[in-house]
């Protein structure tokens, strides 16, 4: 299943594994990362500075920093989660490391970068980023295990610019903006 628009979106199982995997061959140090914030509202991020634990709250874990130096090829990173029964929401995010330092605008427009999720039973869900705006951060994709009735995965494709990131709060400001 492909999410091709913002806002579309497909039900989940976060009881089992799931696995996203972000791919690029554009030249350009993308890097994936989750937010996420838990149902009492502590929020918390898996990046390739603190790649997480799949064995320990919040149950997450990231690959190696692919792509580093805008190298192109084919460059992969990949995240684990391990069940997200205390977690209300997780943001999956895509920046240019080398454009979010400078504080410029990153080339997502111009590249090829492909977010899946996929559960432990191999059932696939593809999202494509969708938006015209320019930015340096993309939040792509959020799993929302807010509601009672299931889990969603979600197009979010939404775009901000950052000079530096220090703090997680820039992050969460890009995700106020969704807008469908």
């Not at 799931?18 to 918390?44: P, R, S």
């Not at 509601?147 to 979600?154: D, N, P």
Request: negative net charge.
């Amino acid at each position: 299943m492909e999410l091709k628009q913002k806002g579309e979106n497909a039900l989940i199982d976060v009881s089992k594994p799931l696995t996203v995997t972000m791919k690029w061959t554009t030249a350009a140090d993308f890097d994936l990362a989750g937010a996420y914030e838990t149902k009492d509202g502590k929020q918390g991020l898996v990046y390739f500075g603190d790649k997480g634990d799949l064995k320990k709250f919040p149950y997450m874990s990231l690959s190696e920093d692919k792509g580093v130096g805008d190298t192109g090829g084919d460059n992969e990173e990949v995240m684990h989660i391990n069940g997200l029964s205390d977690v209300s929401h997780v943001w999956i995010f895509c920046w240019d490391y080398g454009m979010v330092q400078k504080g410029k605008s990153a080339r997502f427009k111009d590249s090829d970068v492909k977010l899946s999720i996929t559960d432990d039973a191999g059932s696939k869900i593809s999202v494509e980023i969708d938006t015209g705006e320019s930015g340096n951060v993309c939040c792509i994709a959020t799993i929302d295990n807010s509601s009672s009735e299931g889990a969603k995965f979600i197009n979010y494709s939404q775009v901000g610019t950052l000079s530096g990131l220090k703090r997680l709060e820039q992050l969460m400001d890009i995700v106020r903006q969704f807008v469908i």
